[in-house]
């Protein structure tokens, strides 16, 4: 589609977004004038609205010389966003709208025939695989007093163990009537795909899952919380048709898990908190049921053949004060621990770690640290191994102008027996910032320089020890002038990583990159243009491996105190050496970004 | 004692004692031993399968149980019942079938294949000790090395009416990769990050010695409004690199991060794939490790912040 198609399709599409809501915000000054109106018979509250709305749009290109695949688009050709997130607030009543929605499906989970990754962008997707798309965000939460409803696309926070990560489209409430806290929603959070053998690349496909959590509690502000979760989530085998291959390993699962925590001020500063949790989870609804193995908990879930139930366990203590932080933390989660609303969780651990934070010279210099140590494999049904993670962080603001901030992080990793392995990674970096002044100017220069050395060793012939080292120098610039409006900043950057390859050949990676910004404030800072161009040297092993120019320029135009237009244009130009094959491919990415927002309040 | 044996030791006692009553122990002995010579069983199990062993029904590439059965009298079908019995590597008894939850199978005349779905039925059997503790709370067996048997009984008496046939197996099980660098939650600096950002992660344990594997970085950004794991199922990857050999990958994201509203959030997790492009998923999931997210800010923020 030439681009001036592309820009009048944008223009037409912002019209048709932004011209209801245009509407809605010139109808609401009316409406909250005719309630002042009549306030001299009988006083009424007004309505006031806060928060933003407004629309996105993103272009992007790749032009490849010669043609190939040697480079892939990483982004969709096209992407509208259309955002509308105010809060009303009439009387009593509190009412957050949360409404992000593109029509353009770029579902990573999502197969490509369906309009996700990788296809064409011609996907059609149904209004109920639309509502439940994890892409798109379409809630409502009216509140009054401790009395609230959720409607709609709601990411809902209960525990560390019972469900966090995960978005529902559905309904619940929260009620929160004194010390009391009662929570319920009922929603879907996968909508449903039927495999497709015929399609190219054939549709894997994903049941619809459906979960309900629960909360029990009560809680003082500052002083405790208790709270009893209950989470379900279940898929539904006759959503698709046909249903994905068991080999694929897509199985309709449903699991159950409950949850009590505890988070409680034990004396002044000093805190407790702690959670327990067992989950109930079945692989494969189509098993049989079984009375042999793992019990279910009627009515909740029913015990089959490929059901397991295990913990999961946490608890921290420590003080926070203003000077002092110090804080131990442990957590275990069993091998066979598995939530439907933490689908990530990587079981079979046991973590603890130690962190502090210090301050001193009256808040000049802070330190934060923690070790730690992570135990992977528990069980006794694989090889244990184990993570040592240690950091610490120093900074010292020496005087007005110079300070100094070092880092140090220790990763280790290690697995027993025939097909062990020990890594490290040790990483330090310094970073000294040094800043003087003119009459005329404020000049601040900041050095980082990071060592990193990641050393890997397998305990199995033939022993090999892999030593990966790695240099990186950045020195920053920005001179700021008092007489002028414009701000300038420049950098130059050096890396360098060698890593062995069939000894005594290394392979040298080296990047030489130099940076420079400028932001140009007009019409009394209504209107900043901004630009930055960086140009970066590949070489490896001594020889060029191409060149990088990236150059954007953008503006962002306050057009009214509540109107913001963003323009952002980014070419990037990728030519590689007569190494690469094809010899001297060059690549040019072209990236369009434009927002116009509008705050309410 | 085998059939064979069992009628060695009656002809001997033949001999020695009381013809009559070791008459009818032959008399009982001999059909089962004719009916032996008429059903012969293969078993062909996979010499690694998955330790999930709840997820066997769903691979009939683990395993096959042939039946070869001639026919007889009973007009060419036979009903019976699959006895299997799980032992450990020195062949101490760890899990056996219950032959009262055992279904009866009516067999016919012919060659009959069966898969795992239909022989190891877990419903049916005990499992004792640490692999029933195990198999309760993680669905799979511990590593290491086993025996299975499968016999077939005469639904009616219980009675073997086949060899018992075992195969040994070995279970291994892995541990997806973690997750090093960038760190969960960590601040990069943008000066540093627009050239290279180095992404490290640990490789899946144990080494696994017949599998080729690799792994597929992937990189997403999080768009303002989403939740780090919204972005991971929703969108587009920035980065999707299949990486061989090696467990450390440097990456120049070639991104203008200057802006304060775009890139400057990226959720990264890498997926362990076998040689066929498929999720090593060790008998569950699509083996995508536990995601971590991190934050770019410039010199000047960072520094700013430390100050605060």
């Known amino acids: ?601 | 004692m085998t059939i064979a044996g069992l009628y060695k030791y009656f002809v001997q006692t033949l001999k020695k004692s009381n013809t009559t009553l070791c008459l009818v122990l032959i008399m009982a002995v001999l059909p089962l031993q004719a009916l032996q010579a008429q059903v012969k069983t293969q078993l062909q199990l996979a010499a690694r399968p998955t330790s999930l062993l709840a997820t066997w029904a769903n691979h009939p590439e683990i395993l096959n149980y042939i039946i070869m059965f001639q026919g007889g009298a009973a007009g060419g079908s036979l009903t019976i019942k699959i006895k299997a019995t799980f032992k450990d590597g020195t062949g101490n008894v760890i899990g056996t079938s219950d032959l009262n939850f055992l279904p009866n199978r009516v067999i016919t005349a012919g060659t009959t294949v069966l898969q795992s779905r239909d022989v190891v039925l877990l419903q049916t059997i005990h499992f004792t000790g640490s692999a029933l503790k195990a198999l309760n709370t993680t669905g799979r067996m511990p590593a290491g090395s086993y025996q299975l048997s499968l016999q077939l009984l005469d639904a009616q008496t219980l009675a073997p009416v086949s060899e018992e046939t075992t195969r040994p197996f070995t279970l291994l099980s892995y541990q997806l990769p973690v997750l090093m660098l960038p760190q969960n939650e960590a601040v990069l600096a943008a000066e540093q990050a627009r050239v290279a950002i180095t992404f490290r992660w640990t490789p899946l344990a144990p080494a696994p010695s017949q599998e080729r594997i690799s792994y597929m970085l992937q990189v997403f950004e999080i768009q303002p409004g989403q939740t780090p794991v919204q972005a991971l199922r929703s969108n587009q990857p920035l980065l999707n690199k299949q990486v061989t050999g090696t467990t450390q990958y440097i990456w120049q994201p070639q991104l203008y991060m200057a802006d304060s509203a775009a890139n400057r959030k990226f959720i990264w997790t890498v997926q362990t794939l076998y040689e066929g492009g498929y999720g090593f998923n060790n008998g569950a999931g699509d083996g995508r490790s536990e995601p971590f997210w991190f934050e770019i800010k410039s010199a000047k923020e960072i520094l700013d912040s430390r100050k605060q």
């Not at chain 1, 209004?127 to 439940?132: A, P, R």
């Not at chain 1, 193995?293 to 003080?319: M, V, Y």
């Open chain 1, 1 to 601: 589609m030439p681009v001036t198609k592309k820009i009048v399709s944008l223009a037409k599409l912002c019209l048709k977004a932004m011209l209801p809501a245009a509407v809605t915000c010139c109808y609401m000054p009316v409406k909250a004038q005719t309630a002042d109106s009549s306030s001299k018979v009988l006083p009424r509250p007004s309505l006031n609205v806060s928060g933003t709305m407004g629309i996105s749009y993103e272009m992007y290109g790749l032009d490849l010389n010669p043609a190939g695949n040697y480079y892939t688009p990483r982004r969709p050709w096209n992407l509208v966003r259309y955002m509308f997130n105010p809060t009303f607030n009439f009387g009593g009543v509190t009412l957050p709208v949360n409404i992000n929605f593109t029509p353009t499906q770029t579902n990573f989970a999502t197969p490509p025939s369906l309009g996700g990754y990788g296809s064409a962008g011609a996907g059609k997707q149904t209004l109920w695989q639309f509502l439940t798309n994890p892409l798109n965000n379409i809630g409502i939460a009216p509140k009054y007093k401790w009395a609230q409803a959720l409607l709609g696309t709601q990411y809902l926070n209960y525990s560390d163990f019972s469900t966090g990560d995960i978005g529902l489209f559905g309904y619940g409430f929260a009620l929160t009537p004194g010390k009391f806290r009662i929570k319920f929603f009922n929603g879907t959070s996968q909508r449903p795909i039927s495999y497709d053998a015929s399609a190219t690349p054939p549709v894997i496909g994903a049941y619809q899952r459906n979960n309900w959590m629960a909360q029990l509690g009560m809680e003082e502000e500052g002083k405790y919380s208790l709270s009893l979760n209950f989470t379900k989530g279940k898929d539904i085998i006759n959503s698709v048709n046909p249903a994905p291959t068991a080999i694929s390993g897509i199985l309709p699962q449903e699991g159950f898990t409950a949850s009590f925590v505890i988070k409680t001020v034990i004396a002044k500063d000093y805190y407790f908190n702690t959670e327990f949790a067992h989950s109930i989870y079945t692989l494969d609804e189509t098993q049989p049921a079984s009375s042999l193995g793992a019990k279910g908990l009627e009515p909740f879930i029913t015990a089959r053949t490929t059901t397991k139930a295990d913990n999961a366990i946490q608890a921290s203590f420590g003080r926070k004060s203003k000077n002092l932080d110090i804080g131990f933390t442990s957590k275990y989660i069993g091998a066979g621990f598995q939530t439907a609303g933490y689908p990530f969780m990587q079981p079979d651990r046991l973590d603890y770690t130690l962190n502090t934070r210090i301050s001193a010279l009256q808040n000049n210099m802070n330190i934060t640290a923690s070790a730690g140590q992570r135990v992977n494999n528990l069980s006794s049904n694989t090889l244990k191994s184990k993570q040592f993670i240690a950091n610490i962080n120093w900074f010292v603001q020496f005087s007005s102008h110079f300070n100094i901030n070092a880092n140090y992080n220790n990763f280790g990793f290690q697995t027993s027996g025939i097909g062990g392995l020990r890594n490290v990674s040790n990483d330090i970096s310094i970073n000294p910032s040094f800043n003087w002044s003119t009459s005329k100017m404020l000049n601040l220069i900041t050095v980082t320089y990071t060592f990193s050395k990641y050393e890997e060793q397998q305990n199995f012939p033939p022993f090999a020890i892999t030593n990966n080292t790695t240099h990186t120098a950045v020195l920053t610039y920005v001179p700021t002038f008092f007489s002028k409006q414009y701000t300038m900043d420049f950098t130059l950057m050096y890396f360098h990583n060698k890593v062995p390859l069939v000894l005594p050949n290394y392979l040298v990676t080296a990047l030489y990159s130099a940076t420079g910004n400028i932001n140009v404030p007009m019409a009394k800072r209504k209107f900043i243009l901004k630009g930055q161009v960086m140009y970066t040297y590949n070489e490896v092993n001594g020889s060029s491996e191409g060149n990088n120019v990236i150059c954007t320029a953008g503006a962002d135009w306050n057009i009214t105190k509540k109107l913001t237009w963003n323009l952002s244009a980014t070419g990037n130009l990728f030519k590689y050496s007569a190494a690469f094959i094809p010899p001297y491919a060059r690549y040019i990415e072209s990236t369009l970004k434009t927002s116009l927002m509008y705050r309410f309040k």
